[in-house]
């Protein structure tokens, strides 16, 4: 059977469909901000101000190293690289706000 070029657009939009699919569901696993005591501030501010930045701000005043909550060995970026934007990664569990 000869494919068409018809087929390959096809082809091409069902690969894209799969890649964006897979694309999600990584940044999915990064482990969204827990909804318990210790986080509750940070969901009050976020209703309070509606400013991921500013919440970004109250995170390094218990996750820092040393003394602080240790981030993993692995973890992408650390407080002494500057300005941490914590939920560009790691989600509130807010409707709305489990993508961007
Ligand atoms: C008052 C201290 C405190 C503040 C402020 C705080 N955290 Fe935490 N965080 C903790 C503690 C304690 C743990 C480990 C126990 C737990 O899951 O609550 C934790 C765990 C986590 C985890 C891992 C959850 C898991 O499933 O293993 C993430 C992600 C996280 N915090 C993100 C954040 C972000 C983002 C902010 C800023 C919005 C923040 N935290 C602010 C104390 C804090
Ligand atoms: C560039 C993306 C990115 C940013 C920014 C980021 N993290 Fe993470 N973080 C990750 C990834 C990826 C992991 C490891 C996978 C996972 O467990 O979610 C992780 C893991 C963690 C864990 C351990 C979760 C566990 O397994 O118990 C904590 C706690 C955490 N991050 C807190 C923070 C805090 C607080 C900030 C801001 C100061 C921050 N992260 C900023 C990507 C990020």
Redesign the pocket.
């Known amino acids: 059977m000869k494919i068409s070029k018809k087929d390959w657009i096809f082809i091409a939009i069902v690969a894209a469909v799969i890649i964006t699919f897979v694309a999600i569901s990584g940044e999915e696993k990064t ?1 969204q ?2 909804m ?1 005591s ?2 509750a ?2 969901y009050e501010l976020m209703k309070k101000t509606g400013s991921k930045m500013e ?2 701000k ?2 390094p ?3 820092y190293e040393p003394g602080g ?1 240790p981030f993993p060995p692995k973890h992408p970026v650390k407080p002494k690289d500057g300005p941490m934007r ?2 560009f990664c ?1 989600k509130l569990k807010l409707a709305g706000m489990t993508e961007k």
């Open positions: 482990k901000v827990p318990d210790q986080h501030p940070a919440v970004d109250t995170c005043s218990c996750h909550i914590c939920l790691h």
